[in-house]
Structure formats: structure tokens, C-alpha cells
């Protein structure tokens, strides 16, 4: 007969991860440790969990050996691939070569290693090297991409980050600013299905322009929208709104983040903004990434996408709707989570040219 001595300890810890534990075969451990300290004899700790009674004395040998941590360890013989002593010649082949499929990847390794293996294991075998199917992205900015990238680096460093840390410390006021066109049309989204989805389209000549502002302070957005077109004036009549509205105390700057569109960047708007005591921050070039409000946009997009609008009423109305809810309470978690401090930066990415 083996000796056993449970401990009150053990029997607590034991009997709270019966239940609970990921692995059935711990969890039977676990649970013969339950019952022995009970007082049910091996047999009978047999019977109760469906097990050969030469299982129940082997899991008291483990429990002898080490206690809890052996009974809790498996030891699995993990077969190693043949392809990872090749994990670097893979994953270099995969970055020079960008393959826009498995098989690709399949044919090379059986090319230059000689080793040849199904599709299915050589998708799992990348897949635990971190290869993952992404969807290539357009990069705006065309050929002159690294100066691009160094301009945004240093707007990052040397103006937008020492301003958000001015924002979070001292009383002053700051909006990221963007303008959005939202047609009536079908704008299409992914979901998950049986079959090919379709739905229906509208005829797309219908817009709503929307002139935003971020205040990443107040956690609050301040828009203004119309269905006929954004121009100089309309930025000025914001300008005018948001001062009158939202931050009437001329004496306190107000600073604005927006990008470099021709009916904001031009003289007129300059004049205005220096008139209202508005400070205008102007990206680099072709820098969506840097201003945070452009989330939001992409956010309503993927809203709108769910629903079909046969009105304009309607579609309009959908969108007072979006904005409105963004404001509330309800939209707290999500606009922290839409819009927090991290910024996308291109020189982390793979940049195809």
C-alpha cells in the first residue's frame, strides 16, 4: 500500500481547481486528491471518475513525488518540424518574396529545403512563426515616402506631442479639425455568412459634408454638417461657431490640429483664425494618421454600412444620430478606446515600392 499524507492545504487548492482547471486529465488528478482526503478508498475514486484503478496509484506517485505542481504539470512529447531548424530561411524567403498565398510558400520550401508537406501544416507551421494574412494598405504620399516619414517623426516630436502634454497639464483649450463627405450610397462591410450577402445600392449623388472638431480634454465633438460643399467660408463660420459656442474666452488661445486642404490653408481662414485668437496647426503632408478625428470618420463609416437608406431624411437623420450618441455617456468606453494617444507610424510597417 503507497503511503498518502493530503494536506488541508493541498485538499483547498485541489478542490477549488477541479472544476476549473483547462486540462480534464488535471482536473481527474485533482479530483482524486478531493476524494482521497474525503476518506473514499482507491477503488471507489475509481469507479466515481470512469478510471482504471492503476491510474488512481499513478496519480498518487505524483503526488508523492511533488505534490500539487506535478499533478498539475503534463509532459507530452512535442514533436519538433523539420521546418524550424529552417525558421529563418522561411521567414526571410516570406518577407523578400511577399507571397500572396500558402501555396506559394509551399512550393519554395519544397524547392530550396527539399522538404515537402501539406498545405495545412505549412499554413500552421507560419502561423506559429507570427505570419499572419494582412490586407496591404495604401500608404499616402506616393515615391518621396521616407522624407514623408522623417517629416512626420519630427511633427510628432518637436510640435504634437509637447502640445498634447501642454494640453493634459495646463487650462487651455485644443481641437483636432477634419472635414468628412458622406455619400448616400452602399458603403460595403465584412460579415460572417453561409453565403454571399448582397444588398442594395443608392444612386450615390447625395452627400452630407460634416466639418468636425476633436476636444480630446472635454472628451466631446463638435461638428456642423450641411449637403452642399465645404469651402473657405464654411471653415470660417466654424471657426466663428466654436468661439462663440464652445470657448468664448478670447484671451485663452485656442489651438487647432487640421490638415493642409486648400480652403483651410489659404490667407482668408489665416487672417480669421489669428482675428479669434485660434492657433492652426498644420499636419505634414498626407498625414491622416496624425489627426485623431479621422477614427471617427472611419467608425461612422462602418456604422452606416449596416443599414440600407432608401430617404435622405433618413440617411441624415442616421448620421445626427451617430454624432449625437458619440457625446453621451453610453460612448465613454468607446471613445477612449477609438481614440487614445497611439499614433500609427509608418516606419514600423513593411512599406512595399
Known amino acids: 500500500m503507497l503511503p498518502l499524507e493530503i494536506s488541508k492545504t493541498d485538499a483547498s487548492k485541489a478542490n477549488m481547481q477541479r472544476k476549473t482547471h483547462k486540462s480534464s486529465i488535471v482536473r481527474n488528478r485533482l479530483h482524486t486528491i478531493c476524494l482521497l482526503y474525503q476518506g473514499y478508498r482507491r477503488g471507489d475514486c475509481a469507479r466515481i471518475l470512469g478510471l482504471c484503478a492503476n491510474t488512481i496509484t499513478s496519480y498518487i506517485k ?78 499616402p504620399g506616393g515615391k518621396e515616402m521616407e522624407e514623408l516619414i522623417d517629416r512626420q517623426e519630427l511633427f510628432k516630436k518637436k510640435t504634437l506631442f509637447p502640445l498634447l502634454k501642454k494640453v493634459a497639464s495646463e487650462p487651455i483649450n485644443m481641437i483636432f479639425m477634419d472635414a468628412a463627405h458622406f455619400v448616400m450610397g452602399s458603403y460595403n462591410n465584412h460579415v460572417w455568412s453561409m453565403k454571399p450577402c448582397y444588398k442594395p445600392s443608392c444612386h450615390g449623388r447625395y452627400r452630407i ?29 466654424y471657426l466663428k461657431w466654436l468661439r462663440y459656442t464652445h470657448y468664448p474666452d478670447l484671451n485663452k488661445k485656442l489651438y487647432i490640429v487640421l490638415d493642409n486642404a486648400r480652403y483651410q490653408h489659404c490667407d482668408w481662414v489665416k487672417e480669421e483664425a489669428e482675428i479669434w485668437n485660434i492657433v492652426l496647426i498644420f499636419l505634414p503632408p498626407y498625414s491622416p494618421n496624425l489627426n485623431l478625428i479621422e477614427r471617427l470618420w472611419k467608425y461612422m463609416k462602418k456604422q452606416l454600412a449596416k443599414n440600407y437608406f432608401y430617404e435622405k431624411e433618413v440617411f441624415e437623420a442616421t448620421i445626427n444620430e451617430l454624432l449625437e450618441n458619440i457625446n453621451s455617456d453610453e460612448f465613454f468606453k468607446t471613445f477612449n478606446s477609438l481614440f487614445s494617444l497611439k499614433f500609427q507610424s509608418f516606419g514600423k510597417s513593411k512599406i512595399l515600392a
Open 62 to 139: 505524483l503526488y508523492n513525488q511533488g505534490g500539487l505542481d506535478a499533478l498539475c504539470t503534463l509532459h507530452y512529447r512535442q514533436p519538433v518540424s523539420v521546418m524550424a531548424t529552417y525558421s529563418k530561411e522561411i521567414l526571410a524567403a516570406i518577407e523578400s518574396l511577399l507571397p500572396d498565398s500558402v501555396a506559394e510558400i509551399k512550393q519554395w520550401i519544397s524547392d530550396n529545403l527539399g522538404i515537402e508537406r501539406s498545405l495545412q501544416r505549412v499554413h500552421v507551421f507560419i502561423k506559429k512563426l507570427g505570419v499572419k494574412c494582412r490586407k496591404t494598405r495604401a500608404y
Open 209 to 237: 459634408n460634416i466639418l468636425g472638431g476633436l476636444d480630446i480634454k472635454n472628451r466631446q465633438i463638435l461638428s456642423l454638417y450641411n449637403d452642399t460643399s465645404v469651402k473657405a467660408r464654411t471653415i470660417i463660420a
